[in-house]
């Protein structure tokens, strides 16, 4: 086995004996990305240095007698969260040279850890897509069909991972933007309740859904990384006080006796067959292993896609406000006059989707509209969180598909912006409710990868990891890689 194909808590294992160093770890995924990420086009900056110099750090911290689970592990981090001294550019022209004078709460946390940054990943521009073809630097491709999309927005890092060009990395989740891609690419995405994870640091989207999440192998590294960054932040008046388990350590119990609830409305018209099979056998596997599934409804279903699209871009018109030439980032270099220059650098900075949901967003909040749309859509919310509610009476989680599709392909569903959005349609949902989810790679259709999606109540992030894990102990989807051309 290469040394770039290890998991997380492989790689750990080996470290921790001496077998290997960080500094051959961190060399061989440095290689890796040399090889063959002009292919795949996970990364928008790679940061060699840097690795180095902490694989050489996290090695002379463990020779001192020093012992922690990311000591000395490579990790890829998505373009929109602040590094500090290095490019954060969200996937923006708007942003390009911007290098933040601080480090994100997580950033901190992992380097703590001993976390070494091999770099950060490509994204739909201020993470708003679903196929990471809006970047404005280049689109990202599925490592196993590169003729298709990762999905997105945290399409860089579940390619990179996929790709084996980091064994693990950072995501952001607003609609579903770490478990879509990680079903497109076969990974785990795991998306922690709203308030579990700091946001401070990370560049806001829209700051009542927004949240931090991992991509890795499997959940065994999902439960690795969140034991590091879920804590209370003083630093997000959105983070909560509640406390914080050691996520690995209920992996093991199994589902004996667990009640599964599968939502109706998740398996509708829309739905690729083959996906639909794919996480009906999953579910027959869990029911095998001593889970007990039921049908529920979550009624408001319906509602979910147009709700999530006035109030995150509602949200987004208000936190990309900032972005008008003066303070940081680009300014247009030809403007008449202080209007000219307001105009003209959000005209040019930045890029048709984000320009469209700043559009749809300052409408629904206008005067005569915010009641009729915005506040109408607040109250929709609270619905569809009731409803989650009422299941979660009966259910210990939930499981439906993560995306009604595999990956399709680039420029497919650039022209039709509907269209693209329906590619979250089974994730936002859970986005408007602040609940946590995961996404598990269960099947293949056609060599492309499809995801199952676990959905746990409000801080049971070790509840939907011990089914993660206990599903991939008797399957195999998530040990598989693919493969390209030089191999």
């Known amino acids: 086995m290469e040394l770039y194909e290890l998991t997380i808590h492989e790689a750990s294992i080996l470290l921790r004996k001496r077998?290997?160093?960080s500094l051959e770890l961190t060399r061989a995924l440095l290689d890796r990305i040399a090889a063959i990420d002009d292919q795949v086009k996970a990364y928008i900056t790679v940061t060699p240095d840097t690795a180095m110099a902490q694989a050489r750090e996290a090695d002379d911290r463990r020779s001192a007698g020093e012992e922690n689970p990311l000591l000395g592990i490579p990790l890829a981090i998505k373009d929109i969260i602040c590094t500090k001294g290095i490019t954060t550019t969200c996937g923006s022209k708007m942003l390009h040279n911007f290098v933040p004078p601080y480090d994100a709460t997580v950033m901190r946390h992992l380097y703590e850890a001993g976390m070494v940054l091999l770099g950060k990943t490509n994204l739909d521009e201020f993470a708003m897509g679903s196929s990471t073809e809006n970047s404005a630097f280049f689109p990202t491709h599925n490592p196993w069909d590169l003729t298709r999309v990762p999905g997105g927005s945290s399409g860089g890092s579940a390619a990179a991972v996929a790709a084996?060009?980091?064994?693990?990395?950072?995501?952001?989740?607003?609609?579903?933007?770490?478990?879509?891609?990680?079903?497109?690419?076969?990974?785990?995405?795991?998306?922690?309740?709203?308030?579990?994870v700091s946001r401070y640091g990370l560049v806001a989207f829209a700051s009542s859904l927004d949240q931090v999440g991992t991509l890795t192998k499997d959940a065994l590294d999902a439960a690795l990384l969140l034991n590091v960054i879920a804590r209370?932040?003083?630093?997000?008046?959105?983070?909560?006080?509640?406390?914080?388990?050691?996520?690995?350590?209920?992996?093991?119990?199994?589902v004996q006796g667990l009640r599964i609830g599968i939502p109706r409305e998740y398996f509708s018209a829309g739905i690729q067959p083959e996906v639909e099979v794919a996480v009906?056998?999953?579910?027959?596997?869990l029911e095998s292993l001593g889970a007990v599934t039921q049908e529920v409804s979550l009624p408001h279903t319906e509602y979910a896609l147009p709700t999530y699209y006035l109030i995150a871009p509602a949200e987004a018109s208000s936190n990309l406000a900032r972005y008008d030439g003066v303070k940081y980032g680009y300014a247009y270099p030809d403007a008449a006059d202080i209007w000219d220059l307001y105009r003209k650098t959000r005209q040019h900075g930045f890029g048709s989707e984000v320009k469209r949901r700043i559009m749809l967003g300052t409408y629904a909040l206008s005067a005569g509209y915010y009641d009729a749309y915005y506040l109408k859509a607040q109250k929709v919310r609270t619905l569809i969180k009731k409803d989650f509610d009422a299941a979660f009476e009966s259910c210990d989680v939930l499981i439906a598909p993560t995306s009604p599709s595999v990956a399709f392909r680039i420029g497919e569903k650039v022209a039709d912006p509907l269209q693209m959005y329906l590619s979250d349609i089974f994730t936002l949902s859970l986005n408007l409710a602040g609940l946590c989810g995961v996404s598990i790679p269960c099947g293949f259709e056609q060599g492309l990868p499809v995801g199952l999606q676990i959905i746990g109540k409000p801080f049971d992030e070790a509840g939907i990891l011990r089914v993660a894990h206990t599903y991939q102990q008797a399957t195999d989807w998530h040990k598989r890689h693919p493969t390209f051309p030089e191999q």
């Open 232 to 254: 209370h932040d003083p630093l997000d008046s959105t983070s909560v006080e509640v406390p914080t388990p050691d996520y690995t350590a209920s992996l093991n119990q199994g």
């Open 164 to 196: 084996q060009e980091a064994p693990g990395a950072l995501g952001t989740d607003t609609g579903g933007s770490v478990r879509q891609p990680a079903a497109l690419c076969g990974m785990v995405g795991l998306k922690p309740t709203y308030g579990r």
């Open 280 to 285: 009906r056998e999953a579910i027959r596997t």
């Open 19 to 21: 077998e290997i160093s």
